[in-house]
């Protein structure tokens, strides 16, 4: 560490990182040799595997086991400490990011900034949708989803017509990506395998899972070849695809929806899944607005070759909310575009020359359809059935973070594709109504935590600082 000139220790440089998801992760995890000190700002004390949410939804994994503790996965990160709150500023000038928790403000100052704040649902300006047809973006939204798969086949067990029956045995998922159609299929796999024998007064196996894209074919992004297979698999275990069918309008229960041919219907279904679309994070608007920066249709920044923002070359922004060269939106284009920013950091505290432009190197995309079922691209090369579905088990394997998940998510694993059942079943009130219930509040929801007068100090900048204060505490 260097000394200023009246010989006591310089103030190592700081890196502030928003968000826990692959970006944020793994971008702090890179920086762990750097002489630097590191704040993590995240809303959620989680890292989340996005990818396997649906899994939670449909009974298969626990959230524990793709959503490990953040302080967990650093806490041997010497360098690093994590903030929970939600970002409300970053001020670019006066380098800061203003985080809050309950009626707490943080303000956290910079060197160097991480912007990985990810992304959300988007319902393409239908916001009001979300009401009766939930994302696949959190925890809280798989285990919302969870209590409404499973809740429609209770309701139907208590239903008494026909009509209200079949009503409560369709599910219709919107969206044929990736996660559309293994929600699909997870969702078909349920209803004929895992409760075929747990009910009484309904056959379970005669639910109606309905795909709809207003797209032309499933899987757009895997091309024409392996996007025909999904569909034929899908119908093969009894999901309805329909394709080129826009949906105009979501109600409690039902849906409707506009066919290529200019004709609307409507659907009876209470429950609904919304898979389609997504939007970058509302701290792109506030960088766009301070540095000049574009904005794509997704809301996201459009940022230099080296991933910075324009104008402001110590701040980094990636994944989700990064525009550049057309790049998707996964994990991968996350994780090493966060790996890309620390190197830079590094690289520029050393004294050393930049990096060439960031460039994402595509590693294959991949999605389950069914058990032993899958489809993967892997450059050139076009995988389906069951050698695609291994390639799909190992690769989640890896990437899941930690041992104990890893391990713990194999087991689950084999009982739900190996046997019938299902590790996570249960569901509660609560996760089906709480979100809407705290939107009914509005304004009137404001929860709060009292603290005594002393408590308003100004927080810690660094982590130093904090083990100082701490000590000095105790």
């Given at each position: 560490?260097?000394?200023?000139?009246?010989?006591?220790?310089?103030?190592?440089?700081?890196?502030?990182?928003?968000?826990?998801?692959?970006?944020?992760?793994?971008?702090?995890?890179?920086?762990?040799?750097?002489?630097?000190?590191?704040?993590?700002?995240?809303?959620?004390?989680?890292?989340?595997?996005?990818?396997?949410?649906?899994?939670?939804?449909?009974?298969?994994?626990?959230?524990?086991?793709?959503?490990p503790s953040t302080r967990e996965v650093l806490a041997r990160q010497a360098n690093a400490r994590v903030v929970l709150g939600t970002v409300t500023k970053i001020d670019l000038e006066a380098r800061t990011v203003t985080s809050r928790?309950?009626?707490?403000?943080?303000?956290?100052?910079?060197?160097?900034?991480?912007?990985?704040?990810?992304?959300?649902?988007?319902?393409?300006?239908?916001?009001?949708?979300?009401?009766?047809?939930?994302?696949?973006?959190?925890?809280?939204?798989?285990?919302?989803?969870?209590?409404?798969?499973?809740?429609?086949?209770?309701?139907?067990?208590?239903?008494?017509?026909?009509?209200?029956?079949?009503?409560?045995?369709?599910?219709?998922?919107?969206?044929?990506?990736?996660?559309?159609?293994?929600?699909?299929?997870?969702?078909?796999?349920?209803?004929?395998?895992?409760?075929?024998?747990?009910?009484?007064?309904?056959?379970?196996?005669?639910?109606?899972?309905?795909?709809?894209?207003?797209?032309?074919?499933?899987?757009?992004?895997?091309?024409?070849?392996?996007?025909?297979?999904?569909?034929?698999?899908?119908?093969?275990?009894?999901?309805?695809?329909?394709?080129?069918?826009?949906?105009?309008?979501?109600?409690?229960?039902?849906?409707?929806?506009?066919?290529?041919?200019?004709?609307?219907?409507?659907?009876?279904?209470?429950?609904?899944?919304?898979?389609?679309?997504?939007?970058?994070?509302?701290?792109?608007?506030?960088?766009?607005?301070?540095?000049?920066?574009?904005?794509d249709r997704a809301g996201r920044v459009e940022v230099n070759d080296d991933l910075t923002l324009p104008g402001h070359p110590e701040v980094y922004v990636v994944g989700d909310m990064a525009s550049l060269k057309g790049y998707p939106?996964?994990?991968?284009?996350?994780?090493?575009?966060?790996?890309?920013?620390?190197?830079?950091?590094?690289?520029?505290?050393?004294?050393?020359?930049?990096?060439?432009?960031?460039?994402?190197?595509?590693?294959?995309?991949?999605?389950?359809?069914?058990?032993?079922?899958?489809?993967?691209?892997?450059?050139?090369?076009?995988?389906?059935?069951?050698?695609?579905?291994?390639?799909?088990?190992?690769?989640?394997?890896?990437?899941?973070?930690?041992?104990?998940?890893?391990?713990?998510?194999?087991?689950?694993?084999?009982?739900?594709?190996?046997?019938?059942?299902?590790?996570?079943?249960?569901?509660?009130?609560?996760?089906?109504?709480?979100?809407?219930?705290?939107?009914?509040?509005?304004?009137?929801?404001?929860?709060?935590?009292?603290?005594?007068?002393?408590?308003?100090?100004?927080?810690?900048?660094?982590?130093?600082?904090?083990?100082?204060?701490?000590?000095?505490?105790?």
């Amino acid at each position: 560490m260097s000394s200023q000139q009246d010989g006591t220790p310089a103030p190592r440089h700081r890196v502030v990182v928003i968000g826990s998801g692959f970006g944020g992760l793994f971008g702090t995890q890179a920086l762990k040799r750097a002489d630097v000190d590191i704040t993590l700002v995240a809303k959620t004390t989680h890292h989340l595997f996005q990818p396997l949410l649906y899994q939670v939804a449909t009974g298969i994994l626990s959230e524990g086991e793709i959503a490990p503790s953040t302080r967990e996965v650093l806490a041997r990160q010497a360098n690093a400490r994590v903030v929970l709150g939600t970002v409300t500023k970053i001020d670019l000038e006066a380098r800061t990011v203003t985080s809050r928790v309950l009626d707490r403000d943080t303000v956290t100052p910079y060197d160097s900034l991480i912007v990985a704040a990810g992304a959300g649902q988007s319902y393409f300006g239908n916001d009001q949708f979300a009401t009766y047809a939930p994302g696949m973006k959190s925890i809280d939204d798989a285990l919302e989803l969870r209590g409404r798969i499973f809740g429609a086949f209770e309701y139907a067990e208590l239903a008494s017509t026909p009509k209200e029956i079949e009503r409560l045995m369709t599910f219709v998922v919107v969206g044929a990506g990736p996660t559309g159609v293994e929600m699909a299929g997870q969702i078909a796999e349920l209803s004929r395998r895992t409760l075929r024998h747990d009910f009484r007064r309904i056959d379970t196996a005669s639910a109606r899972i309905i795909l709809l894209d207003a797209a032309p074919q499933v899987l757009p992004a895997f091309g024409d070849q392996l996007g025909t297979k999904a569909q034929k698999r899908l119908s093969e275990i009894g999901v309805e695809v329909q394709l080129g069918a826009m949906v105009t309008n979501v109600d409690a229960t039902g849906i409707e929806v506009k066919d290529k041919d200019g004709t609307t219907r409507r659907i009876e279904s209470v429950t609904k899944v919304w898979a389609a679309g997504v939007q970058a994070s509302e701290l792109g608007a506030q960088l766009a607005e301070q540095s000049g920066a574009a904005l794509d249709r997704a809301g996201r920044v459009e940022v230099n070759d080296d991933l910075t923002l324009p104008g402001h070359p110590e701040v980094y922004v990636v994944g989700d909310m990064a525009s550049l060269k057309g790049y998707p939106g996964v994990a991968q284009v996350a994780i090493q575009g966060a790996r890309y920013a620390a190197e830079s950091i590094k690289r520029r505290l050393a004294g050393r020359s930049p990096q060439g432009p960031f460039q994402y190197k595509d590693k294959g995309s991949m999605a389950t359809i069914s058990r032993f079922s899958a489809v993967a691209s892997i450059g050139k090369l076009h995988f389906g059935g069951f050698v695609a579905w291994v390639l799909w088990l190992a690769v989640h394997l890896v990437y899941i973070i930690g041992f104990k998940h890893r391990l713990t998510t194999l087991l689950h694993w084999a009982v739900s594709f190996l046997g019938r059942g299902r590790s996570e079943r249960t569901v509660t009130e609560q996760q089906v109504f709480a979100r809407t219930a705290i939107e009914q509040l509005g304004d009137a929801y404001a929860p709060s935590l009292p603290r005594v007068p002393a408590d308003k100090r100004p927080p810690v900048q660094s982590v130093a600082q904090a083990r100082d204060e701490a000590s000095r505490t105790l």
